[in-house]
């Protein structure tokens, strides 16, 4: 049997999984065989277009307007990346009080996303020497990393980098201080 080109799985946020199947560009559709294993096999076919079938202990379709049909889709879409930016005491690991509440936001955020990704950039400002910086932006996503793999966030989820001082958040002279450069920021996919 042909396979639909435009079958969708729809898994993340159903009670129940269920299948979208759209037609085509030229408006044809092939066909899906869905296995129901309740008792005895059975093969449930779904060969029309706009049909969406729940997949639970019974699998049952229905009829779906195109237009339904996309907003249904759009309703599955994932929640768009979201990101943090936490600053640092100077020359440590230790977040300033004021980025606490960012830190805890992003907590509960990576913690309700089924299939969280997880960026890190460690940064720091201009003061000291590049390697040292290097080292101490590296320490300070690996320090957020933890704290994720802590409450729950599967490493193999995340990852860390440090970037030293080379993409300052606001551009100073070589040697000075600047906060808002010695900071990690995550983007929460």
């Keep these: 049997m042909r396979s639909a080109p435009l079958a969708m799985l729809l898994l993340a946020g159903c009670a129940t999984p269920s299948l979208l199947l759209l037609p085509d560009e030229g408006g044809g559709q092939g066909a899906v065989a ?23 202990s ?4 229905r009829a ?5 049909a996309e907003q249904q889709l759009l309703n599955e879409l994932p929640p768009p990346p979201v990101t943090y930016i936490m600053y640092y005491d100077e020359g440590t690991t230790r977040i300033i009080a004021s980025s606490r509440p960012q830190l805890d936001a992003l907590l509960a955020e990576a913690a309700r996303r089924p299939g969280v990704e997880v960026q890190i950039s460690g940064h720091t400002d201009r003061k000291g020497q590049d ?36 993409d300052p958040r606001v551009p100073t002279a070589d040697g000075a201080e600047e906060v808002q450069n010695r900071r990690v920021e995550v983007t929460v996919r």
């Design 34 to 56: 869905v296995l129901e294993a309740k008792g005895k096999p059975q093969e449930t076919v779904i060969a029309e277009g706009n049909r969406r079938a729940s997949l639970g």
């Design 58 to 61: 019974r699998v049952s379709s």
């Design 64 to 68: 779906v307007t195109p237009k339904a």
């Design 131 to 166: 390697d040292d910086n290097d080292a101490l932006s590296q320490q300070r996503a690996q320090s957020v990393l933890e704290q994720l793999a802590e409450a729950g966030i599967p490493r193999d989820r995340m990852i860390a980098v440090g970037r030293g001082e080379r």
